[in-house]
T-cell receptor, first 117, second 113 residues
Framework: EAGVVQSPRYKIIEKKQPVAFWCNPI?????LYWYLQNLGQGPELLIR????????DSQLPKDRFSAERLKGVDSTLKIQPAELGDSAVYLC???????????????FGEGSRLTVL | QKEVEQNSGPLSVPEGAIASLNCTYS??????FFWYRQYSGKSPELIMS????GDKEDGRFTAQLNKASQYVSLLIRDSQPSDSATYLC?????????????FGQGTTLQVKP
């Protein structure tokens, strides 16, 4: 079974440029997450989708970040314009259950490492 | 105060020893607790989950939960160099039936041959 696929793995851009990350979750997983992970820190949730609906985007900086999950499968996370502080790893994860209190197995992709110069 | 706190380490143990990793959380009503392992440059993977007070064992791993003290720990017996990684504690909030996990910053474990 294929895992969560993300691209690109690495991206280097100048500040103020736009950037987009793509994620393909595990087949059949309805719940999709975007996390941000800074060096030496744990992942921080940016947005969570149940199918195509964003059910938790409270931590997404909406002035520059946007996300979409058309057709409830693939998802794209965009940053425009990028700032120096956006340099981090952007992790996509998926799970097969909508997240009741006794579930916590998220399957993560390899991440997209962004460097903003 | 962070919602989930871990000592960043590094925690260094000799091969064959017991590694003890600790985590505290602030939401007293939290119900679900998880340990993820993250190798350098890789993504996190779930290794243990625990929901009730007490111990839960899986092979060389034992998770311990004390809700009264708001404390979760992970013990790794017979530590191997391949266990060298960052261990992330994650907690699911009681108010959230929505799947949001709060991660700690992780503890880096180094197992020396």
């Amino acid at each position: 079974e294929a895992g969560v696929v993300q691209s690109p793995r690495y991206k280097i851009i100048e500040k103020k440029q736009p950037v987009a990350f793509w994620c393909n979750p595990i087949s059949g997983h309805n719940t999709l997450y975007w996390y941000l992970q800074n060096l030496g820190q744990g992942p921080e949730l940016l947005i969570r989708y149940e199918n195509e609906e964003a059910v938790d985007d409270s931590q997404l900086p909406k002035d520059r970040f946007s996300a979409e999950r058309l057709k409830g499968v693939d998802s794209t996370l965009k940053i425009q314009p990028a700032e120096l502080g956006d340099s981090a790893v952007y992790l996509c994860a998926s799970s097969s259950t909508p997240g009741g209190p006794y579930t916590g197995e998220l399957f993560f992709g390899e991440g997209s490492r962004l460097t903003v110069l | 105060q962070k919602e989930v706190e871990q000592n960043s380490g590094p925690l260094s143990v000799p091969e064959g020893a017991i590694a003890s990793l600790n985590c505290t959380y602030s939401d007293r009503g939290s119900q679900s607790f998880f340990w993820y392992r993250q190798y350098s440059g890789k993504s996190p993977e779930l290794i243990m989950s625990i929901y009730s007070n007490g111990d839960k064992e899986d092979g060389r791993f034992t998770a311990q939960l004390n809700k009264a003290s708001q404390y979760v720990s992970l013990l790794i017996r017979d530590s191997q160099p391949s266990d060298s990684a960052t261990y992330l504690c994650a907690v699911k909030r009681s108010s959230s039936n929505t799947g949001k996990l709060i991660f700690g910053q992780g503890t880096t474990l180094q197992v020396k041959p």
